[in-house]
């Protein structure tokens, strides 16, 4: 099948099952949505036009959190004033981001080696992930996460947990407060601002969702559960890609809807395949194998010539 204005041919079964692993990987880990759209779009399917790579990759980042955001929502997983915080700031970001990106970095071989650069520093990331010092860090994050859980078994005939007041927030022009199973987290709502401008400019220029960044400064740096921390950054990159991508189009840079609504297609039966997979599969164990995939494709993006040069291998 030819797919006029990406300039490629490709069977049609390919750009689906690719998208519908996007998805499902997406679903289950939670990121590294856009990471995967970028290899698909760079290596799998052969496009050659880097600026249309990136709206294309946001495109696919999209469809997870509009399935996603709603289910948080009524599971009281979504810390609406923090994420729209985070949100506001992705906007001036990913204006900037795609301005930048469309203009100084229109060509692969400028593109392609800082998208491997950004690969390499996810694969870090998911390779501490899976560490012991990882998993034992944070006490009261811990201490939340099962007072949330005893409370959530206490629940009796499908009352949902927003009965309950599982999750309160207030917020004011000094203060960000969030009370989360009776434990209280305060911040200063600047930060969230200024945090969803550097994800949403990062994000845009290079054509991701943002998740790799927004998740550990949730967790890490605000230390807010990972139950809330999911939906709230799902929420600030469905704001950071549709702007993104609005951004694009606006700059005039094309798109192939053909393709994308066959990569669309295949994301959302990926999207909600992941709550099932994820029963069965370990998520560490996962993020272990896509940690060494994505360490094998950044070192081919970001450093394959130089290995190339001097070990006469060809990486990717």
Known sequence: ??????????????????ALFVGLIF????AAGGIL????????????????????????????????VPVYWRQQRVVLSLGLLLGLG??????FGSWYSKNYLLEMRQYQPLFGLLVFIISLRLFYE????????????????KTFESKLRELKGGKGVRSKKILETS????RQRINFTGYEF????????????????IGSALGVGGGFLLVPYLASWLGLPMFIVAGTSALAVLVASVTSVGSYLYLGVKV??????????????GSLLGPWVSRYMRERFLRLLLAIVFLYIALGYAFGGWIKAWLGISVI
């Open 1 to 18: 099948m030819i797919f006029a204005v990406a300039g490629i041919s490709l069977n049609p079964l390919i750009p689906f099952f690719w």
């Open 27 to 30: 679903s289950t880990v939670g």
């Open 37 to 68: 759209a970028g290899v698909g779009h760079i290596s799998v399917f052969g496009i050659a036009d880097a600026n249309m790579i990136k709206p294309m990759n946001q495109l696919l980042v999209i469809v997870s959190p509009l399935i996603a």
């Open 90 to 95: 992705s906007i001036f970001g990913s204006v």
């Open 130 to 145: 899976c560490s012991r010092r990882f998993r034992d860090r944070n006490s009261k994050v811990r201490e939340a996460f």
């Open 171 to 174: 917020l004011s022009l000094r």
């Open 186 to 201: 305060s911040l200063n709502p600047f930060w969230p601002i200024l945090a969803g401008s550097v994800v949403g400019l």
């Open 256 to 269: 192939d809807w053909l393709l994308a609504a066959l990569e669309l297609s295949g994301v959302v039966v």
